[in-house]
């Protein structure tokens, strides 16, 4: 769900997102989303991928 989301932020923007907050400011993703059941995940370079702790 992530991905596909910062690529339609890419597509109106005509950049990628640098993070979860700017697609949530921009409303693309709501804040209290699950979209990756709790695990903290993070944008490079248009690639969004977890984050391990």
């Known amino acids: 769900m992530v ?5 339609a932020y890419r597509i ?4 990628y997102p640098t993070s979860i ?4 400011d921009t409303k693309y993703l709501k804040q209290d989303t ?5 695990k903290k995940i ?3 370079d248009g690639e969004v991928s ?4």
């Open 21 to 24: 907050e700017m697609l949530e």
């Open 42 to 44: 993070q944008i490079s």
């Open 50 to 53: 977890t984050i391990d702790e």
């Open 12 to 15: 109106d923007e005509k950049k």
């Open 3 to 7: 991905q596909g989301q910062v690529e």
């Open 34 to 38: 699950n979209a990756c059941a709790g």
